[in-house]
Each structure stands twice: as C-alpha cells, then as structure tokens.
C-alpha cells in the first residue's frame, strides 16, 4: 500500500505489482509515491449490481455474469484506478482524490508490515502519508505475509464502512475543495461513497432546492432524489454526475454549486440514463444607501417582486414627516424618495405599508398633534390620487396600527381606539377599489392589552374566496382572540382560544382557503410554544385544533410566525441555551404538523443571535435573516429539501433591525438599519 505524498491510495501497478496493490515492505512503510498528476481515483464502484444489460454493466467496469439461470452485474477487483476524469471516477462510484497522484510502486509484492494487521497504521510512512484503502478483513491475514494477487482481491473490496477515518489536518490544500463535498468528520476521508449508496435504479430525478440564488462568491448545497420503479424516493445527491452549462457563472463542486459571476445557468444531474435540470440564477451583493437621518418604519411588498421602504424623517424644526422608496420588481432599481406626509400637521409615527399587483400602494400612520392627547390614523393610496383620509374620529387616541391588503387591492386595517372607560377597542375597517372605506367596526373590546404591549395582527385572504373575507387575531386580556369576516359587513363572533390567557401572540396566517393558523407563546414562566387552525380545515369556522411545536423545552422570547396563501408557515424565535441566546425555527404546512427545531446560526463565535424576521415567497421558500455580532444572516427554507447553510451577507456588521420580502420569482429584499448620532441611515440589497 503506497503512502507517498499526503494521502495514501492504492497505487496503479508498479514494475512488477499486481493491479492495484503495490509498495515495497517493510514494517510500517509504504510504496513510494509517483509523478504528480491531477487527481487519482480509488476504491471500488458501488452500483455494480443496478446496471441491467451487459454493455451498461462493462461501460463502468463492473463484470456481467451470466448463465442458465442467472444474469447480473458484479463488482469486480479495484477497477477505480483505471478511470481518468472526476466526472467518470465519480459516476462509477469510486472515489476521487483531487491533486493526489495514482501511487506507483517500486516492485514486488506489498508486505503488510509489522504487527499492523487491521487498517490504521498500514502505509503510514512517508511523508506523514495516511495510508491506502485497507479492508476491514485485514487483521485476517499474519502480520508480515506477504500478499498474493489472490489476495488483492480481498484488499480491493474494502467495506467503506471500515475504512479507517482520516485526520483532517494531514489533507492537503489541494484537496479543500473536494474535501467540501464530505464531512471529514463524519465519513472519514474527502468525497467518500458511503457503503449504504442506493444500489437502485432510479427512473426520475427530482433537482433542489427551489429557488436556487447564489450569491457571487457564495456555495448552496443541491439535492437530488430519484424515484425507483418502485419504493419511495431515495437522495441521490452524492451519488449523480453534477454538471454546470457555465462554469464562469456558476461552478460545480461535487453536489455544490459556487455563484461565480452574475447570471443564470442550468445545472443537471444524471444517474441511470435519466437526467434532470435545475435553474440556478447567481446574483451580486451590491448594499445601497436608501436613506440617511432618517427612522425606518416598515417594509412591504407584492408577490410580483415590487418592495416598499418607508420611514419617519425627522426636519430641523423638530417635526416628522413619512416619506418612502420603490423598487421596481423588473429592473431591481429602487426610484426617488417620496414624501406621504411632511409633518407640518403633526408628527408621524405607526407607519404600516402594503401593495397589490397593480402596484398602488397603500399607507397608514398615526399622527400625534404636539402637545395633545390626540393621534389619530391616516391612510393614503395611489388608488384616489394619494388623497389623504383620516380613518379614526376625530380627537381620538390611536394605538398600534396594521394594515393587510391581498393581491387585488381589498384592504383591511386594525388598530387600538381609547374608549370612554379608559380601555382601548380593537377597531377594524375594510376598504375596496369600488367602494372604499366602509365604516368601522369595534370586533373587540377590551382589547390591545392596554394598547401599549402588543399589536394586533390582521390578515386579508391572499385570493379572494369567501366573498372577499379576512380573519384577524389579537391579544387581549382575556386571552387570544379570534373573529372572521363573513360577508356584507358581517363578522363572526368573537372566540377566545382556550388556556391562552395573558399569552404573547407570534403570528398569523390565513391561506387561499381560508384556513387559518396562529401561534403563540405562554404566560412567563411558562416553556412552550402553542398553535390553533380551524376544525377539520373547514374556513371561517371557529380555530379550537390545538397543537404544541415539539421540542421546545428552554425559555423563550420574540416569536414570531409567518405564512403564505399556500399554508406554508415558519416560526421563529430566541431561545436561552447554555450557550446564549439563538434564532431557532421549524416548519409546517397546513395538516402535516411541525418539524422539529433547529438553530439557525452556526458560525462559532459570531454572538447572540436575535431580531429575528421572516418572508415566505408565494411557491413556499422561506427566508430567515437575524442579527448577531459580525452582521446580518440568511438562511432559506425551500419545501422538501431543507434549509440551507448560514449566510453571513457581507457590509452589514453594523446592520439592525433586518427586515425581508421574498416575490415569486425567488428574488429576496433586504432592508436594515445602520445607527448614526440620534438616528439611522436605511440600507438595502437585493438576492
């Protein structure tokens, strides 16, 4: 067994060796290396037995049996080494050693050397080399016999299993990038087939994750899952030939794919005469300034892509003004800054956004008349020319705003009114294109939990469907309240979900159908995290099917819950570990239950983890960023294929306050703020 260089591999004959076993002997020492070359291939091919015709069977050098009551496709002894290219080395099944010569012998038979007779130490001379692929059977055979041809077939079809582990530190920097394809740590050397690969045939490949954006200089892991004759699907993702239509935009490394340069490529994968092709659009990091001296107030959007950006600007007369910027979903460019309200009248504060596909845009504020206790709720929208209307009383006090506007421009707002009794009503107004504001309506009172702790939260259907009907939740002293809108003004009665008295709201979703979802966080002292939806997913039926999100056992703090019009929903939330605080988060789709928890961060010593925001795209990518100490971070959900890596998204250490909007082109805003002396400058990019 040749050593070498820095990682030992079965060498490819030497003067007198026999196929594949070489190296002189001696009592721990290995054969010595030969010329440098690219890469070297080793092992034994692993699909042997799911190739079905003679010719399939030989083309990847496996050995096609046959008789009178028997044809199959057996492994035959190392025939790895004789492949020249990754791509070819990896489609059989063995294993290529990027930038590790084949390991040429200097003659004779090989000696097993000393009294090392299972793995570990055999080859391990040389230049501090790790040794060849030695099997498991090994201790079988004395301790210093020298091996026979016969017995290089044994040696040849090692068990990956026991293969003994490698030592990260001894690869060479040559072999990080293949190195990346595997966990060291947990196969034990680079890029190694582990002996449970699928020995199937597979008829269909499916690619992901969906929406697969990269940025530039960035990796995403891809998945593949192939689809046997019969059975279920099996992943495949180590175990398919990866290629990239443009290297110079996005590259391949085993089954990752590096953003290179802007653009859009097709990656494919192909295994088993079937092939499949995922669409991977690289893009760059470009942060911009939208703003600077200004409060950032709230970020909206459409499913199109369009994104709104909207805060306070305080003037030099101590008034406040509401001002915004658009993105334009086609080009990406974000247009001039636009005054809604210069301040003159009174200050602003509550500022909520929302936009349909028709690209008006809609805004509600609370203005606070100086030296009053008067603040009272304005709205305005490109549908009537930017007019501005007043939507509360006149004189009243008004808390804690929200707006909701689905896709065809039917809006609902929410918000917290004082009343006579020094108790604040949960007041809710709908408004459409052909009809505009109808009159309030109080669904709650007492409500708002004093007004000052917690919002409401109110949520307009995403398809019209139940003649144009919403649901809203909220806090409330009696505990998590519920009312839906019918039709014709009508409102469902009010419902109070059972033990869930002073609790903290995370979040609300109501899908196409009607069918809502909320969670919530107990009373302190108290671990957990609860959800309600309707009975038998029946819309606009009274939410008492309750569940608990599994594995939640440690102090917990800043829920929050978002979905889409697909009934897809992430929760996310800081829980308190050994460790510090973390950003842990699950899933789930309508009727299939939660996942269990994972923490999101997870780059060493980056800090606590907080502020946690949410955005699930309308095809059900979601999209998590948070703070920690060296700067905003991303990670992505995309259905059926899991979350991807951390992203630390380069410019943004001294970001805050992230907020995120995904389209249904995949593309993904980030807005945040960055403190300066007595305010804040807005920054945004786009993915």
């Known amino acids: 067994m040749g050593s070498g260089g820095h990682v030992g591999t079965i060498g490819v004959g030497g003067s007198d060796a026999s196929s594949g076993v070489t190296g002189t002997g001696g009592s721990s020492s290995g054969g010595s290396g030969g010329a440098a070359v690219v890469g070297s291939c080793t092992g034994t091919p692993e699909y042997c037995a799911m190739y079905e015709t003679k010719a399939a069977c030989q083309t990847v050098g496996c050995h096609w049996s046959e008789s009178d009551f028997i044809q199959i496709c057996e492994t035959v002894p190392s025939p790895c080494a004789t492949y020249t290219t990754q791509s070819s080395c990896k489609f059989a099944g063995c294993t290529w050693l990027v930038g590790v010569p084949p390991v040429v012998g200097t003659g004779g038979a090989t000696s097993l050397g000393g009294a090392t007779t299972n793995g570990g130490a055999i080859g391990s001379g040389g230049k501090g080399g790790l040794g060849g692929i030695v099997d498991a059977r090994a201790a079988e055979i004395p301790a210093s016999r020298d091996v026979s041809p016969a017995d290089a077939t044994d040696l040849a079809r090692s068990d990956a299993t026991d293969v003994p582990r490698l030592d990260a530190t001894e690869v060479a920097p040559t072999d990080a990038g293949d190195a990346a394809d595997a966990d060291i740590a947990e196969v034990g050397r680079a890029d190694v087939a582990p002996a449970d690969a699928p020995a199937v045939k597979v008829t269909s490949l499916r690619l992901g994750p969906t929406c697969a954006h990269v940025r530039v200089g960035n990796t995403v892991q891809l998945s593949a899952w192939g689809k046997p004759s019969t059975g279920s699907e099996v992943d495949v993702s180590s175990f398919v030939s990866w290629t990239s239509d443009n290297p110079l935009i996005a590259a391949i490394d085993g089954s990752k794919v590096h953003g290179v340069g802007a653009g859009t490529v097709t990656v494919r994968a192909a295994r088993d005469g079937v092939s499949a092709e995922l669409s991977i659009r690289v893009v760059g990091w470009g942060p911009e300034k939208l703003e600077y001296d200004v409060i950032l107030e709230d970020v909206g959007g459409n499913e199109q892509g369009e994104v709104i950006a909207a805060w306070r600007i305080p003037d030099k007369n101590g008034r406040v003004g509401l001002a915004y910027r658009k993105l334009d979903a086609t080009t990406g460019v974000w247009g001039p800054a636009t005054a809604v309200d210069t301040g003159s009248d009174g200050d602003v504060d509550h500022a909520r956004v929302g936009t349909d596909i028709n690209h008006d845009l809609f805004f509600l504020w609370t203005l606070h008349y100086s030296g009053t206790d008067v603040t009272e709720l304005w709205h305005t929208s490109e549908v009537f020319d930017w007019q501005k209307a007043r939507l509360s009383p006149a004189s009243a006090w ?290």
């Open 398 to 687: 008004v808390e804690h705003p929200e707006i909701a506007v689905d896709r065809y421009g039917i809006a609902f707002a929410t918000w917290c009114q004082l009343n006579a009794d020094r108790n604040f009503d949960l007041v809710v107004r709908r408004f459409t294109p052909r009809n505009g504001w109808e009159a309030p309506v109080i669904v709650g009172t007492p409500a708002c939990m004093g007004g000052f702790a917690m919002r409401p939260r109110a949520q307009a259907n995403m398809m019209l469907d139940q003649d144009e009907g919403a649901q809203v939740v909220w806090q409330s002293p009696g505990g998590i309240s519920w009312r839906a809108y019918q039709a014709e003004g009508v409102w469902a009665p009010r419902y109070f979900v059972p033990g869930s008295d002073n609790a903290t709201l995370a979040g609300f979703n109501v899908d196409a159908q009607g069918f809502s979802k909320a969670a919530w966080l107990p009373p302190a002292g108290s671990n957990g995290i609860a959800a309600f939806t309707t009975t038998d997913f029946a819309p606009y039926q009274e939410p008492v099917s309750k569940t608990t999100v599994p594995g939640v056992t440690e102090p917990i703090d800043f829920p929050l819950m978002v979905g889409n019009g697909d009934g897809q929903n992430v929760l996310a939330w800081q829980a308190k570990t050994s460790s510090g605080w973390v950003v842990k988060a699950v899933t789930e789709k309508f009727g299939s239950g939660w996942t269990e928890p994972i923490v999101l961060g997870s780059i060493p010593g980056s800090g606590p983890q907080s502020d946690a925001r949410i955005a699930v795209s309308p095809n059900g990518v979601a999209s998590v960023v948070w703070k920690e100490n060296d700067g905003i971070h991303l990670r992505r959900n995309a259905p059926g294929f899991g979350w991807s890596e951390d992203d630390l998204l380069p410019g943004t250490a001294d970001g805050q306050d992230p907020h995120i909007h995904a389209d249904e082109s995949c593309n993904t805003t980030l807005v945040w703020k960055v403190a300066i002396p007595s305010t804040y400058d807005v920054w945004a990019a786009r993915l």
